[in-house]
């Protein structure tokens, strides 16, 4: 009896211990999870980003049987990478030959012809009503599903960007979004005449809304290799799309709420503040000269905002950094923008002091593209080997100058077109004013702080305005045109509903590259009612502004995607945004916008034309002055009065 007790209480102690062991290790996994992580993502047995496809491989099942089925690319990446900016935005080569300083990604990309079942993912329309304030509905199931309508009461009393809000209650509602049926009954992906809804969402809310709406979809897909074929399962992690009118919104929030302030006000603080007084109560202008009021968010206190930017600004560049990756870029190509910038800001008298107790903002004069060449060239392929770099750099002008430390960096910029410079930048230098071409509100960027870098592809530094222009509303035959390689999981849908479908649809794959191919390319454009500008690898493309410079209505596919311009530019006013779900409906959609509102909307594109031009010597209301007037904007709104 002793020796069965003493047994059994050993093996009491052995289940105890090993319940502890058990327990001990769940608890480090979970911390694990929480912490080591990159960016909170979970922990899996791929490395994927957001926008990646994992295809796992199931028995050998032959299945011909869909008729609805689409090309599309099977993108892997290798290394360490896992962030959302594992592949390059590779548009840089859909119209132009390659430019010899533009280096391929470093993660390979596999690519496989898959044969995609569109019932799991989109259903065809065959809803023939034309209706611009209908979604489609077919296959939403699937889709991301999004909580309860939310409503967010504020209250103030201020002006902003033309929108009195009186002392009381504002209620705000998330137009669209419901809980019914698991549907996103989003009616606001279409062009509207309103210029700003008087709705605030909570930043807060809007973000941890991307993050709990998120989910991973099943798809059915069929792989064909000529000989063998496999039946395949995908995983694609799909993100809440965020409409135009929830982006008005957020600007609008940071408009409203205050921003955090140094304890002491400096003397350039005093002026920034005494600016924003003035923008806000902007004598009324209707028709200004050189600029098209109906573009504008509020054309009057643009055209203050501006006048106070050309009489009091001054920025410091900082001196520090050896080239290439400080004080150059390249001014070519798909990454021109940040080239173009930084020589026009290094060189400008008007604005940069040799003082910076003198500077309202300071620039950090680097460029992500040069940073990744360098750092290619090195075989260093780790993106954290990027932002540690960019991270000691802050270090060393926080340690020399007393500027970073006294805002934390809230009075400086940087100008990025690299798809990496939203990765690179989101830590260390998340509280300066970002100027990025990948300007995915999903993902980091933060609408009233950061501002969009437009992406504009230079193909000749002699003559960057080259082949503006296109043919009269009268003389457009094409309604929808759109060329381009199959980057990125949309464009392949695009093709699939829309080529070759409708005469007047000129919705093709990629176009050759010599010259007729160029030329015949260009041609379109200008000869089409309406551009189509669906996202690539990332949610930005050079066919926004392509589209402008050709006076053709840039119809803009691209969810969470904010245009260049935001702060000012009433978009809605010259383009079409539809979100990525829409694409089945996308005729109807354009049918469905009246003669005379198209022919306002292309006489739009005609007027902001000149605020998206690069000058060798900057002009009054061009691109550098815009860009430079965003940040000062970001930065005035960024003051509050004690």
Known sequence: METSALFQRLCLVEIRRLLMVIG????????????ALPYGKGWSVSSADEDSVVMLISNPILSNSSKSSIRVFHIMTNGSDSSDLGEEAGDEDEIENTDADYELSSNK???????????????????????????????????KQVGETEILEATTSSTFEGIQSNVGTVPSVLSGISKKNGENRDRDSITSDSFFHTKVISLDHMETQTKNAELLQTISVTLNNNS???????????????SISQMNSLLLHSLVYSHSMPRRLSVRDRELLSAKLEI?????????????????????MFKRSYELMERMLKVYVYKEGEKPIFHQSKMRGIYASEGWFMKLIEGNKKFVVRDPRKAHLFYLPFSPHMLRMALFDHNSLNQKELAEFLKNYVDLVAKKYSFWNRTGGTDHFLVGCHDWASQMTRHHMRNCIRVLCNSNVAKGFKIGKDTTLPVTYIR???????????????????LAFFAGNMHGYLRPILLEYWENKEPDMKILGPMSRDIAGKRRYREYMKRSKYCICARGYEVHTPRVVESIFYECVPVIISDNYVPPLFEVLNWEAFSVFIQEKDIPNL???????????????????????????????????DLFHMILHSVWHSRVFQMESK
């Open 587 to 621: 005729r109807n959609i354009l049918l469905s916008i009246p003669q005379e509102k198209y022919v306002a909307m292309q006489l739009g594109v005609k007027k902001v034309q000149q605020h998206f031009l690069w000058h060798k010597k900057p002009v009054k209301y």
């Open 460 to 478: 000749s530094v002699e003559n960057p305005l080259k082949e503006l222009g296109g043919k009269s509303p009268s003389e457009r035959p094409i």
């Open 24 to 35: 001990v290790a769940i608890i480090v996994i979970i911390l694990f999870q929480c912490f």
């Open 280 to 300: 806000e109560n902007a004598p009324r202008v209707d028709n200004p000269p050189g600029l098209y009021a109906s573009a504008f968010r509020n054309i009057s």
């Open 228 to 242: 063998t074929r496999d039946s395949i399962s995908t995983l694609k992690r799909w993100e809440q799309s965020t």
């Open 109 to 143: 990309i596999e690519q496989n012809d898959v044969l995609l079942k569109l019932g799991e993912m989109l259903g065809k329309s065959t809803d023939n009503t034309s209706s611009q304030e209908k979604s489609i509905e077919t296959g939403s199931k699937h889709l």
